[in-house]
């Protein structure tokens, strides 16, 4: 066993020679968006994240499902269409599954990957001086509320599940490109929560410009109208006082660093001398990422 979960990683890693270890994570929820394609491309997304994370390439999936007899069957044959199609777009492949009778909808994913262990990368690698990198905007948790309770727009709508679909692999090729060794990629813990695992796995201080955070568009000002998670109360209580705030901050960005994420990009550390590099090879994909601390 390379990783366990002494340190909260993403994911175990459990070694079968000298070149090759399995990365093998779960992850499933209820639904978070109304259209259940759509539904099953995230929690695919999400699923696979944990994999990317250390810095692994999925193999295959299986299918976890709770499903009531009260709903039609084209709704699961959406989900699982949807988290196929991502699960083919990640390169690896569905094996199979297990599906039980439920009273609520669940859908995820338990994956396995493979990875060198000369290459793979923990949320135990950050090291004084690395640059830290956020590779997708905050706010999932507040529209996905803001959705249930019918107050975002069909434009935030369409933005969230499109940020939550996408997969982590290209944030983390880029990453691997790059030599690092110190990621985690930003989910239930939100991201203070998440970077307090990496700072204190890796025994360093993270040191994050809060100014330079990214937030989806519409994110803030439904912060301001109050949909808010229950999970960032949980946040907040996690981290306890390993925080440390110097200076003003508005309070509605301080709920979206606290704020639960679905399918959240990658906090990646990226080592001295490898900055100019990193940065130039996300510029020529157009992706989506803000040097945060």
């Known amino acids: 066993m390379l990783v366990g979960f002494n340190k909260a990683d993403d994911a175990g890693v459990f070694r079968i020679s000298e070149t090759q270890a399995l990365v093998q994570t779960l992850d499933f929820f209820t639904p978070i968006v109304d259209d259940p394609y759509w539904f099953g491309k995230i929690a695919a997304a999400n699923s696979l994240s944990d994999v990317y994370a250390m810095g ?14 009260r709903y039609p069957p084209e709704i699961l044959t959406d989900i699982l269409r949807g988290g196929d199609e991502v699960v083919r777009e990640a390169g690896a ?6 599906s039980v009778k439920d009273d609520e909808l669940k859908y995820g994913l338990s994956v396995t990957g493979m990875v060198d262990p000369a290459k793979m990368c923990t949320n135990a690698g950050a090291k004084p001086g ?8 905050l706010g999932t948790g507040i529209i996905s509320t803001a959705i249930k309770r019918g107050a975002a727009s069909e434009e935030q709508i369409q933005s969230v599940m499109s940020q939550m679909a996408t997969l982590n692999r290209q944030a983390a090729e880029i990453a691997l490109e790059c030599g690092v060794t110190g990621m985690t990629d930003i989910t239930g813990y939100g991201f203070l929560g998440h970077a307090y695992e990496m700072a204190k796995a890796s025994d360093v201080t993270f040191e994050i410009d809060s100014s330079a955070i990214q937030i989806i568009p519409g994110a803030l000002e439904l912060a301001a109208q109050g949909y808010l998670t229950g999970g960032a109360k949980d946040n907040v209580k996690y981290v306890g006082d390993a925080l440390e705030i110097t200076g003003e901050i508005d309070e509605n960005l301080m709920h979206l660093l606290w704020d639960p994420q679905t399918s959240g990009g990658l906090l990646v550390a990226v080592p001295e001398g490898k900055f100019e590099f990193f940065l130039e090879q996300f510029s ?10």
């Open 56 to 69: 692994g390439k999925p193999l295959t999936a299986m299918s976890i499902v709770c499903f009531p007899s």
């Open 284 to 293: 020529d994909v157009n992706a989506t990422f803000a040097v945060v601390g």
């Open 130 to 137: 690395d640059t830290l990198y956020l590779t997708k905007p």
């Open 93 to 98: 492949v569905i094996v199979g599954g297990h």
